[in-house]
Every structure is written in structure tokens, then in C-alpha cells.
């Protein structure tokens, strides 16, 4: 349950009638384990006096009306839990872990190795490990038909790509995947052919691999055709492309 | 102890019969088979991929490795010659070419529009 007390709200009274005084804008909620949780958003003063640690010189001390180390506690985070225990005792400490601030030159550091990181995230699902002593044979075959490069590809992407005599790039996945026919990089369909029988995912593969590679025309006879799907918008990650001194000089205002 | 080899007959793999694996050849356990010697792939839902491999060295076992060769033709798989390593080649065979490195039996007859 959720109490959101107006601002301005200065005495928060809990069902036990006991109660608490707080500047404003504060956040109550009880939690599963019957205890009233204030999450102070912004506090300067608090009228009740009781022992808190302080988070900046990690020292306990007592938190008075007026005083100067409450101001300074709240003085970065602003985001602090007081507890209320089952004995009538109130306790604090910050909301979220509070870390240490970052030096600048650590946070440079993060940004040009982020820049050096692939701006693409890839959506694919790497081939997992399994126990199947059919599914691992059929992997051993596999891997012999790849080659161990394009074996390593397959277990990294999750699909082998192979290229037709009609110059078609076909993806074909293990299993009951549909097969996706690639024309100059555009897909333009999808071809969904499938071994009947308790088949190992590989070994539908491989089957595909070979009818694909031996006739093209006769594999896609047999297929039931979907439409093309959609082409994927790559998933980029956003960078800061602003030069390495320029965001430099902003960090430094800002530290 | 003869071997065995499972080979659907219709549509589904309800049906299979065995056709037997000739006494000189002998069904791969490793990963990689050894050097000079060519492999049978045989894909069947009950082994999923049986490896039969025959020494290209020994006339004896290429004979029998033919003679299996013929069998499973004659009960409708299709022999395919695929290139290892990477080659990306695939050519149906016509008769037994005992330097062939890789050839696979397709169950042609099982694969269907899912």
C-alpha cells in the first residue's frame, strides 16, 4: 500500500498511532513484512531525533531537528529509506548503495572503450551445448561439411548461410526453423521445409544444407513459401559522437 | 554380431527396414574418421546420423561398402557426395565412387512443406 503525501505534509502518522514528522514530499509504503518504509525525496530538517549513520563520513550520529549533519546527509543523494522495525524503532540508511564518485579519468577511460566496442548488438541465438548422443554426432558430421570456421559460425549465430548456384544466400536454422532466402542482402522469402520423423535438429539441417546445395529449384518446390519478413533494423547502440575533448571539457565543468 | 542400418520406408518413419552393414565395414564411434577412409551417412530418426566407414585401401571393404551402397539406393535413399571442409559442394551419385570422402543417404522421401 501506498501513501503519497501531499507537499507541504509535515506528520505522517502510522496505524499504530505512532507518529513521524517530515518536511514534505515523502513516499510511504508498507511492506511485506508490516513495516512503514518513508522514502524521503527531500529533507532538510526532521523533527524526530534518533540514530542514523551518516553516509558521507560513515559515522553514527544523532539526527537532530535542526542539524547540520542532517542537511549534509541528504546533501548528494536525497534518497534515503527510514525503516520503522517491529519494536518501534526507527532506522535509516540510503535507498540505493551509495558509490563512490567516479574519477574523471576512470569515466574517460569507460568512454573511449566504449566507443572501441561494436556499435552493433547482434539478436542472434548462439547453439547450445547438449548431452544427445544423436544431436552430437550429427554436430560431428556437420562440423566436418563446415569446416571448423564455419562451424564456429554456426555455433556463434545459431544458422548456417549457404550460397546457392542461383547466387541465393540461404540461412537455414537447426530444427523446424523456416529457411530464409537471401537475395543481394534483401530477404525475399521464406521457405519451410521439414523432415518427418523424430529428426535431430542438425540432421535437418544438414538435410536441407544439401538439397539446397544440389537443387535449389526442387528444394523450394517442396517448400511451403511464406512472404519475405521483414528486414531487421540493426539494433545500434547510442554513442556520443561529440569529439573525445569536447566531452572531455564538459566532465570537467561538471566534476 | 551383424549390424544394422534403419531405413524408413514410407512417409512418417513408422515404417523401416534393416539393411545389414557387410562384416569387413564397421560403424564409426569417433568424431572424425581415420585418414584414407571414406564415410557412409545414413540419417534415420531412430540413430539419427549411423556412420559406416570403409577403408579406401582395402578391396574388400570398398567391395562391401558398395554392395551397401547398391542396397540402400535399391530401398529409395538418395546418395549424395558432399564436400568436406567447407566446400559447400553437393553432387547426387550415380554409382559408388569408392574416393569419396563423405557421401550422405537423404531420407529425400520424409522431407516435406512444414
New interface residues.
Given amino acids: 500500500m501506498y501513501y503519497i503525501p501531499t507537499a507541504g505534509t509535515s506528520t505522517i502518522t502510522y496505524s499504530d498511532n505512532m507518529s513521524l514528522t517530515y518536511p514534505s514530499k515523502g513516499i510511504i509504503y508498507n511492506d511485506d513484512n508490516n513495516k512503514y518504509i518513508k522514502k524521503i525525496i527531500n529533507c532538510t530538517t526532521a523533527a524526530s531525533s534518533y540514530k542514523s549513520y551518516c553516509a558521507s563520513c560513515a559515522t553514527t550520529s544523532s539526527w537532530d531537528d535542526d542539524s547540520s549533519c542532517c542537511s549534509r546527509y541528504f546533501m548528494k543523494s536525497k534518497d534515503y529509506v527510514i525503516l520503522k522495525d517491529g519494536w518501534g524503532g526507527y532506522n535509516t540508511w540510503p535507498a540505493a548503495p551509495v558509490m563512490p564518485p567516479v574519477p574523471l579519468s576512470d569515466r574517460f577511460h569507460q568512454i573511449i572503450q566504449s566507443r572501441q566496442a561494436p556499435l552493433f548488438i547482434p539478436s542472434r541465438t548462439p547453439i547450445k551445448a547438449v548431452a544427445e548422443?544423436?544431436?552430437m554426432?550429427?554436430r560431428?558430421?556437420l562440423?566436418?561439411?563446415?569446416?571448423d570456421?564455419?562451424f564456429q559460425r554456426f555455433l556463434r549465430n545459431g544458422f548456417v548461410s549457404?550460397?546457392a548456384n542461383s547466387g541465393k544466400v540461404y540461412q537455414i536454422y537447426p530444427g523446424?526453423g523456416m529457411t530464409v532466402v537471401y537475395d543481394r542482402g534483401t530477404p525475399i522469402e521464406k521457405l519451410?521445409?521439414?523432415?518427418?520423423?523424430?529428426?535431430?535438429p542438425t540432421?535437418s539441417l544438414?538435410?536441407?544444407?544439401?538439397?539446397i546445395?544440389?537443387d535449389e529449384a526442387d528444394f523450394r518446390a517442396?517448400?511451403?513459401v511464406w512472404t519475405a519478413p521483414a528486414k531487421r533494423v540493426p539494433n545500434f547502440r547510442q554513442l556520443d559522437t561529440r569529439p573525445l575533448t569536447q566531452i572531455f571539457q564538459s566532465l570537467k565543468a561538471a566534476a | 554380431m551383424t549390424n544394422f542400418v534403419d531405413v524408413p520406408v514410407f512417409d512418417g518413419c513408422v515404417l523401416t527396414i534393416q539393411v545389414p552393414i557387410p562384416e569387413p565395414l564397421r560403424v564409426l564411434d569417433g568424431a572424425v574418421p581415420p585418414p584414407k577412409h571414406g564415410v557412409l551417412h545414413i540419417m534415420n530418426p531412430k540413430d539419427g546420423d549411423k556412420r559406416v566407414v570403409w577403408d579406401s585401401d582395402s578391396l574388400a571393404e570398398i567391395r562391401a561398402a558398395k554392395e551397401m551402397f547398391d542396397r540402400l539406393v535399391k530401398e529409395g535413399l538418395e546418395p549424395y557426395r558432399v564436400g568436406v571442409g567447407g566446400k559447400a559442394s553437393v553432387k547426387k551419385m550415380e554409382e559408388f565412387d569408392p574416393m569419396a570422402e563423405q557421401v550422405i543417404f537423404m531420407p529425400r522421401k520424409l522431407a516435406g512443406g512444414g
Fill in positions: 548422443e544423436r544431436e554426432r550429427a560431428q558430421t562440423r566436418r561439411i563446415l569446416g570456421d564455419g549457404v550460397r523446424h519451410c521445409v521439414v523432415l518427418r520423423g523424430d529428426f535431430t540432421d544438414i538435410t536441407r544444407y544439401v538439397m546445395l544440389h517442396l517448400a511451403n
